[in-house]
């Protein structure tokens, strides 16, 4: 499987693996609860009925993972400080131990600063979230900022949007539809003075993490055309173009709250860099009339759209289509669609679900994605990292602990939460050692 051994890959590019605070730490007592605790605990949320009140443990085993990733030889590591902890007595003597242990064994840190755990006591219904964030940001800052040079503000405002104040199938169980547009204009503004605060505390390096998914319209139709364009905007160019260009797609920008003119000035600060998670691409067409599936849940009937489903490709166990060349277009869609106004790019997520240790899904999956991350870059785009998507088994939000995306195999059962690196942890470490 996957024998040939990768392209190369231009000098000095980050190689990591990435995790969130939220999926791994555990250690919940040791910090004020977010939004997340509390989803957790309504019946029925979450698909295995588990919480993260444990997790991996990282909290207690954080030396085991920087173990594994100067392991795979990986030179940086994605991780993201948990606001909440942040707040807690103590709790950023953990991320200072974290990017200690990090550095000496040689791997960069790379933290993201909101994954999604919010402070149960806020809501990014209010702008004053915003202002939070910044404050809660340049304390981070004053603390490991001598250390650390590359950050990372938001995780995925589009997601966090959607699925957790659109949809209510994450946290804080929302289900506000088009209402839910107020959230990301906060989260773009909060990344925005993010960015501020952090330049003005020294940082050199700063990034955002963002999902894209090309959209793919069912046909050449002009009802399907249009519904996947509406699609790309609310997933895609609502939260990629006020961040490069400065301003919201048509139709948007009079749907969001407050002065956004001037608050466009503020989500559009220059970024060092532009990150990507991308995972697969979606297929979408006119409304059906009937609720269609986007991954393992329903969205509702009544949208001016509907998801398909990707046939003729292979399915990871989340169902998510296995289609490399998304990637390709992703980031030549990018280039093409933002010009010079696209700093050079990092993919800071991609990866696969899969159970058991001997992952051949996984290596094949990690190659083709490897290749056609490579062939972007042949094409022009400047690319300078990749992150797995994780480096162990996790939380996976509201499917808890059933989907696998780890390098590593976690025994959500032992006490000490086992890792067992897989068969794709020692495909991807050789593969790196031939990068050298
Ligand atoms: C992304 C999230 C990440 C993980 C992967 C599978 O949307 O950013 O936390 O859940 O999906």
């Given at each position: 499987?996957?024998?040939?051994?990768l392209?190369?890959?231009?000098?000095?590019?980050?190689?990591?693996?990435?995790?969130?605070?939220?999926?791994?730490?555990?250690?919940?007592?040791?910090?004020?609860?977010?939004?997340?605790d509390?989803?957790?605990?309504?019946?029925?949320?979450?698909?295995?009925?588990?919480?993260?009140?444990?997790?991996?443990?990282?909290?207690?085993?954080?030396?085991e993972?920087?173990?594994?990733?100067?392991?795979?030889?990986?030179?940086?590591?994605?991780?993201?400080?948990?606001?909440?902890?942040a707040?807690?007595?103590?709790?950023?003597?953990?991320?200072?131990?974290?990017?200690?242990?990090?550095?000496?064994?040689?791997?960069?840190?790379?933290?993201?600063?909101?994954?999604?755990?919010?402070?149960?006591?806020?809501?990014?219904?209010?702008?004053?979230?915003?202002?939070?964030?910044?404050?809660?940001?340049?304390?981070?800052?004053?603390?490991?900022?001598?250390?650390?040079?590359?950050?990372i503000?938001?995780?995925?405002?589009?997601?966090?949007?959607?699925?957790?104040?659109?949809?209510g199938?994450?946290?804080?169980?929302?289900?506000?539809l088009?209402?839910?547009l107020?959230?990301?204009?906060?989260?773009?503004?909060?990344?925005?003075?993010?960015?501020?605060?952090?330049?003005?505390?020294?940082?050199?390096?700063?990034?955002?993490?963002?999902?894209?998914?090309?959209?793919?319209?069912l046909?050449?139709?002009?009802?399907?055309?249009?519904?996947?364009?509406?699609?790309?905007?609310?997933?895609?160019?609502?939260?990629?173009?006020?961040?490069?260009?400065?301003?919201?797609?048509?139709?948007?920008?009079?749907?969001?709250?407050?002065?956004?003119?001037?608050?466009?000035?503020?989500?559009?600060?220059?970024?060092?860099?532009?990150?990507?998670?991308?995972?697969?691409?979606?297929?979408?067409?006119?409304?059906?009339?009937?609720?269609?599936?986007?991954?393992?849940?329903?969205?509702?009937?009544?949208?001016?759209?509907?998801?398909?489903?990707?046939?003729?490709?292979?399915?990871?166990?989340?169902?998510?289509?296995?289609?490399?060349?998304?990637?390709?277009?992703?980031?030549?869609?990018?280039?093409?669609?933002?010009?010079?106004?696209?700093?050079?790019?990092?993919?800071?997520?991609?990866?696969?679900?899969?159970?058991?240790l001997?992952?051949?899904?996984?290596?094949?999956?990690?190659?083709?994605?490897?290749?056609?991350?490579?062939?972007?870059?042949?094409?022009?785009?400047?690319?300078?990292?990749?992150?797995?998507?994780?480096?162990?088994?996790?939380?996976?939000?509201?499917?808890?602990?059933?989907?696998?995306?780890?390098?590593?195999?976690?025994?959500?059962?032992?006490?000490?939460?086992?890792?067992?690196?897989?068969?794709?942890?020692?495909?991807?470490?050789?593969?790196?050692r031939?990068?050298?």
């Amino acid at each position: 499987m996957a024998a040939d051994a990768l392209p190369p890959f231009p000098p000095g590019f980050l190689w990591g693996a990435s995790t969130s605070a939220h999926q791994i730490e555990g250690a919940v007592d040791a910090r004020g609860p977010s939004v997340w605790d509390v989803f957790e605990a309504r019946p029925g949320v979450i698909r295995d009925g588990s919480t993260a009140a444990v997790a991996c443990d990282s909290f207690h085993r954080h030396r085991e993972d920087v173990a594994l990733l100067a392991g795979l030889g990986m030179n940086a590591y994605r991780f993201s400080v948990s606001w909440p902890r942040a707040d807690s007595p103590g709790g950023l003597d953990h991320y200072e131990r974290l990017v200690d242990d990090l550095l000496a064994a040689g791997v960069r840190p790379v933290p993201t600063l909101f994954h999604w755990d919010l402070p149960a006591s806020l809501d990014w219904l209010d702008r004053d979230t915003a202002a939070r964030f910044a404050e809660y940001v340049e304390r981070v800052a004053a603390r490991l900022g001598d250390r650390v040079h590359t950050w990372i503000t938001l995780n995925e405002p589009a997601e966090h949007t959607v699925l957790g104040h659109a949809l209510g199938v994450h946290a804080p169980g929302r289900t506000l539809l088009y209402d839910a547009l107020p959230v990301a204009h906060h989260q773009l503004l909060a990344h925005g003075l993010a960015v501020r605060a952090l330049r003005a505390a020294g940082a050199t390096d700063v990034g955002i993490a963002a999902s894209h998914s090309p959209t793919w319209p069912l046909t050449g139709d002009e009802a399907d055309l249009a519904a996947a364009d509406h699609y790309d905007v609310l997933m895609n160019r609502a939260f990629s173009d006020p961040l490069l260009l400065g301003r919201y797609p048509e139709g948007l920008e009079q749907l969001m709250p407050g002065d956004v003119a001037a608050d466009l000035e503020v989500v559009s600060e220059r970024l060092d860099w532009y990150g990507v998670n991308y995972y697969a691409p979606s297929l979408v067409g006119a409304p059906t009339g009937e609720k269609s599936a986007y991954g393992t849940f329903d969205v509702p009937a009544g949208l001016p759209f509907a998801l398909h489903e990707i046939e003729d490709r292979p399915r990871t166990a989340f169902g998510w289509p296995v289609v490399p060349e998304g990637l390709t277009q992703t980031l030549t869609g990018l280039r093409d669609r933002y010009g010079d106004r696209l700093p050079p790019v990092m993919i800071t997520e991609n990866g696969c679900s899969y159970p058991g240790l001997d992952d051949q899904e996984r290596i094949a999956y990690l190659d083709s994605h490897l290749r056609a991350l490579h062939r972007a870059i042949e094409e022009g785009v400047d690319v300078r990292g990749y992150f797995v998507w994780s480096l162990l088994d996790n939380y996976e939000w509201n499917e808890g602990y059933r989907q696998r995306f780890g390098l590593v195999h976690v025994d959500f059962d032992s006490p000490e939460r086992t890792r067992t690196p897989k068969a794709s942890y020692a495909w991807l470490r050789d593969a790196l050692r031939a990068q050298r």
